[in-house]
């Protein structure tokens, strides 16, 4: 296998990426891949090295990487939100042109949150983004939020016996308090930008090639199940497939 | 925070990527490790990055960290021979994992020339660290967060401990008066078996003192680390089900045998924490926790040194405890809290 692990730079802070090469010959193409949310990409995350050995193995170099925020990155997850990790996909592109420099341009391949992310990325480069794969998107960042905080509350039920209401968090968010929601502190940067979040909007403004994948041909890989699943094969067999022919 | 890539291999050639954290004076002068390893399927960092939150205690007092990928795991390479995750999960229970960790440790004594590990981490790291502890004498501390006693997809049936049973009967009897508990037990959405168990449980006769579910090599692992004088950090969340397993599983039924090395256990439960400390305050208080054990056992190994009896090390620290049989600080008694 030909990956490599490193950090790159964005500003003062430091994201831990893998960069997957061809085995052999230089890349014909470039993937950037963008996560899921918290544990949605920890559940996900052996799904995401899977599929990027496979488009490698197609002669695509894919660059994954850990937003800010989550993972090995810098920063803590209460200071991140959807605009910095839009950030943090564009500088991941440029990065991904850097080592391979006979790359005009890439496909940003976003997961749940990470479509968004993906989606807004491609807005970002213009001329460069040669197409956008959504796997799953939320689609609405409101009822998104909804039930992360239904799952708060279902977790403070079982921990102290009583639990407040959706609007009293809610409230806290709005007052620029901080949430906790399976140990990850959700801060006022993210839960602004979720509010607001219509990914039929992000769709309708995008400018390349778009393949979405809705979560069904899939079991939920990104939550906790009975099974451990280390690939999706029905979700990478269209995206090589389309990557195939978008990209000929 | 000063982090960079390991990247080291196990004995079947996997890549293996890891963290190194370095303390804020580098690692010139460290001579004990603190080695994180996988928890269960989750990635080097643990759920909500819980890795790199308990890190501050160590990387205070000079000890590097790193946290490890297991084979199949995170970045690192390699394949699980299973994908039913209670049958992983039983893997690593018996050891999957154990020359994965082994691996780490040889790179930290190459690389670096440190010999003395303070290894685990959250529950199937804590159990991989008890099984490395058996023939690796570099393991000087067991560091565990949630050490599971059961054997996972066992052919005997959970058995759940008295203790949980009760937690659970105290959750039911608060939710007496909430109508949305009631239509959930009215629509045949409750888990009537759980409640009868935990409403029984109180009139029922305790089972036989050894579980036949627990984990066999958890005993004998655990003697082998405190038998040859090393100390071990033992943090369970209040509301955690593996606190329960333990408690009644093993250490009460092993009390006659663990009494002599009361000394090298220190053990506390967080209170109102889970498995996985997912609560700010549960994070701050197995800081607290691990600052007092670490701080404990350095000077302890620092005074030796000085004395010249041997080289500074959290293990030569330990063997003095052992010896000196004094209580660790944060520990509760071994025959502590009843399950029931």
């Keep these: 296998?030909?990956?490599?692990?490193?950090?790159?730079?964005?500003?003062?802070?430091?994201?831990?990426?893998?960069?997957?090469?061809?085995?052999?010959?230089?890349?014909?193409?470039?993937?950037?891949?963008?996560?899921?949310?918290?544990?949605?990409?920890?559940?996900?995350?052996?799904?995401?090295?899977?599929?990027?050995?496979?488009?490698?193995?197609?002669?695509?170099?894919?660059?994954?990487?850990?937003f800010r925020g989550e993972g090995d990155s810098d920063l803590e997850f209460e200071d991140c939100g959807l605009a910095s990790r839009t950030a943090d996909a564009l500088r991941a592109a440029e990065v991904l042109r850097e080592h391979e420099p006979l790359l005009s341009g890439c496909v940003f391949l976003g997961h749940r949150l990470g479509c968004a992310v993906a989606a807004m990325a491609t807005a970002g480069s213009g001329a460069r983004a040669q197409g956008l794969v959504a796997w799953d998107p939320v689609a609405s960042g409101r009822d998104y939020l909804m039930q992360i905080l239904r799952s708060v509350l279902a977790s403070e039920l079982a921990r102290t016996g009583q639990a407040r209401t959706r609007a009293a968090l809610l409230e806290s968010l709005d007052a620029g308090e901080t949430v906790v929601i399976d140990g990850y502190r959700m801060g006022s940067p993210l839960y602004r930008d979720l509010i607001g979040l219509e990914w039929s909007r992000l769709l309708e403004a995008a400018r390349c090639p778009v393949l979405a994948l809705n979560g069904t041909c899939e079991p939920p890989f990104w939550r906790e199940s009975k099974r451990f699943h280390n690939r999706a094969p029905t979700m990478s067999a269209h995206t090589i497939q389309w990557l195939r022919e978008q990209l000929a | 925070m000063s982090q960079r890539i390991v990247s080291l291999r196990n004995r079947e050639g996997h890549a293996l990527h890891c963290i190194l954290e370095e303390p804020p004076g580098g690692l010139s002068r460290a001579q004990v490790a603190a080695v994180l390893l996988c928890p269960g399927v989750k990635t080097r960092v643990g759920p909500h990055r819980l890795y790199r939150k308990v890190s501050p205690p160590f990387l205070a007092r000079g000890i590097p960290v790193l946290r490890v990928d297991f084979r199949g795991l995170g970045d690192s390479e390699g394949d699980w021979p299973d994908d039913s995750l209670a049958q992983m999960y039983r893997l690593m229970e018996l050891g999957h994992c154990v020359d994965d960790a082994r691996a780490a440790l040889d790179w930290l004594e190459s690389q670096l020339g440190i010999r003395n590990c303070i290894v685990g981490g959250l529950c199937g790291a804590a159990i991989t660290a008890l099984h490395l502890a058996r023939d690796d004498s570099r393991l000087a501390a067991l560091y565990a967060i949630g050490l599971?006693?059961?054997?996972?997809?066992?052919?005997?049936?959970?058995?759940?401990?008295?203790?949980?049973?009760?937690?659970?009967?105290?959750?039911?009897?608060?939710?007496?008066?909430?109508?949305?508990?009631?239509m959930r037990f009215l629509f045949l959405r409750s888990d009537y078996r759980l409640l009868w168990r935990s409403l029984a449980a109180k009139w029922l006769k305790a089972g036989p003192a050894l579980a036949p579910d627990v984990n066999p090599h958890l005993p004998t692992s655990f003697l082998a680390l405190l038998r040859s004088g090393r100390p071990a950090l033992l943090l369970f969340g209040e509301q955690d089900g593996a606190r329960w397993d333990f408690e009644e599983k093993f250490l009460q039924p092993w009390a006659d045998a663990l009494e002599p090395y009361r000394a090298q256990i220190a053990y506390s439960v967080i209170s109102?924490?889970?498995?996985?400390?997912?609560?700010?305050?549960?994070?701050?208080?197995?800081?607290?926790?691990?600052?007092?054990?670490?701080?404990?056992?350095?000077?302890?190994?620092?005074?030796?040194?000085?004395?010249?009896?041997?080289?500074?090390?959290?293990?030569?620290?330990?063997?003095?405890?052992?010896?000196?049989?004094?209580?660790?600080?944060?520990?509760?008694?071994i025959e502590a809290r009843p399950g029931g």
């Design chain 2, 272 to 333: 109102r924490a889970n498995h996985i400390l997912g609560d700010p305050a549960a994070i701050a208080e197995a800081n607290r926790l691990t600052e007092a054990w670490l701080d404990a056992q350095l000077t302890r190994s620092i005074g030796r040194s000085e004395r010249g009896l041997r080289s500074a090390g959290i293990h030569s620290g330990a063997v003095e405890c052992s010896r000196g049989r004094e209580l660790t600080v944060g520990q509760e008694s």
């Design chain 2, 148 to 182: 599971p006693s059961r054997l996972n997809g066992s052919a005997e049936p959970h058995r759940v401990s008295r203790g949980e049973l009760q937690s659970h009967r105290m959750r039911y009897l608060r939710k007496l008066a909430r109508p949305a508990s009631w």
């Design chain 1, 1 to 66: 296998m030909n990956e490599t692990p490193f950090f790159f730079e964005l500003g003062e802070h430091r994201l831990f990426a893998i960069l997957h090469r061809p085995k052999s010959g230089p890349a014909r193409h470039g993937v950037v891949l963008c996560h899921a949310l918290a544990e949605e990409k920890l559940w996900s995350h052996r799904v995401y090295v899977s599929v990027a050995r496979e488009l490698a193995r197609e002669g695509i170099a894919v660059l994954r990487f850990d």
